[in-house]
């Protein structure tokens, strides 16, 4: 099983770059005006194609055409980064769409998702989500079934509320799952590699995340960022690679300046506790790029954006194994144990053990056995006072 995402996943994709970004049915034919205002967008003359959208939603008579007209609209602004415009004409074609064509309201909402996104407006991303998975039959298999769920479960996370995060996190992921166990699915390497980012996105960044809750992100996401990085040279593929690397650093800077609580009268003591808890996030993060690099890696072609995955772990590995040396707890406060093929010496912490006072136990003169001959049998404390 560990290895079903990476082994089926880049079979899959060797013949999906000819096959279209779109099913046939997404393929619109516009009206001339629109079909000239698509070419000046894939040219990058976005403030010719806006002048054409406006004259059209001037002259148009067939109001059919209008969510088109504004979810163009939309998208040249979210292009030109006006993003104010570009969310108000998204939200026109939604209405528009709502009452005249399902299939322009919900491409308006993945794309007004995704502004929301960028602007960092988490409430009404996670809104907008939700009616999005309403409407998934619109989309192809891949980005209704995997990337939807899994951008929903990180919406909801970001709120705080991680049990309903977790739940389409799960779908997501065996949704994926399913996806690769077929052998006629297809899909292009760059879609392929959008939908495991955000499979390994898991949550957005919290303000005051925890180690804890940072390990568990990775522990998660960080193998879905591994087969984004394989499986295309996209910019998906790139802010996988980022986004992983940024993790590790966040990581390696919580360990770095971990402070315990208390005992900061004693300098000593609080020496030897901060130390000691370095030593065991180190272990984790250790553990974690360990696994990456021997259970995680997919096998065969290696691309360069997981070449940069692989070597950042290698340097990483070496900069933790210096860094436990540098601990000078003593040899009686850790032990070089092999944890998952690993060479970390890990700090064991143990539990410390009451001492008990070697008293004699005693026995009332009743209590004591007594041979047959009437004489104490040995060991009988006979003549002692059993209430001192």
């Known amino acids: 099983m560990k290895y079903l995402i990476f082994t089926l996943i880049f079979s899959l994709v060797l013949g999906c770059s000819s096959s279209s970004k779109k099913e046939s049915k997404y393929n619109l034919k516009y009206p001339k005006e629109l079909q000239e205002v698509n070419q000046l967008i894939a040219v990058k003359k976005t403030g010719d194609a806006r002048l054409r959208v406006e004259d059209y939603l001037n002259k148009a008579e067939n109001i059919h055409w209008y969510g088109h007209a504004y979810f163009l609209q939309g998208f040249i602004y979210e292009l030109e980064e006006n993003y104010p415009m570009s969310i108000k004409f998204y939200r026109s074609a939604i209405e528009h769409g709502s009452n005249y064509e399902s299939r322009v309201e919900a491409k308006a909402l993945y794309n007004l998702s995704f502004v929301y996104e960028r602007i960092d407006n988490r409430d009404d991303l996670l809104a907008t989500l939700i ?15 995997v990337e939807i769920p899994a951008r929903l479960a990180a919406a909801y996370a970001s709120q705080g509320r991680l049990k309903e995060g977790m739940i389409f996190h799960r779908e997501a992921a065996q949704n994926f799952t399913t996806l690769v166990r077929n052998q006629r699915f297809q899909a292009q390497r760059s879609e392929l590699s959008k939908s ?16 804890k809750g940072l390990i568990r ?28 690397q940024n993790q590790y650093t966040r990581s ?10 208390g005992l900061k009268n004693d300098p000593m003591a609080f020496k030897k506790q901060k130390q000691e808890g370095q030593l065991e996030m180190a272990a984790q993060l250790y553990d974690l790029m360990h696994k990456v690099r021997v259970e995680e890696f997919p096998m065969g072609q290696v691309n360069l954006q997981s070449k940069r995955i692989m070597d950042e772990t290698a340097s990483w590995l070496t900069r933790i194994e210096n860094f436990t040396l540098t601990l000078s707890l003593g040899p009686e406060m850790i032990r070089n144990k092999k944890v998952k093929n690993t060479r970390l010496a890990r700090y064991v912490k143990e539990e410390k053990k009451k001492v008990k006072v070697n008293k004699e136990k005693l026995t009332t003169p009743k209590e004591t056995p007594v041979e047959p001959t009437g004489k104490p049998a040995a060991g009988g404390d006979i003549g002692k006072d059993p209430n001192l």
Do not use: C
Not at 217 to 244: D, H, N
């Open 252 to 261: 390696w800077s919580m360990i770095k300046n971990h402070r315990p609580d």
């Open 131 to 145: 009616d999005l998975m309403k409407r998934r039959e619109f989309f192809d298999v891949l980005t209704g079934q």
């Open 196 to 211: 495991l980012y955000y499979l390994g996105f898991v949550t957005f960044d919290q303000n005051e995340e925890t180690f």
């Open 217 to 244: 992100k990775l522990s998660i996401g960080q193998k879905y960022f591994l087969a984004s990085a394989e499986a295309s040279k996209s910019t998906w593929s790139e802010k996988s690679v980022k986004r992983l």
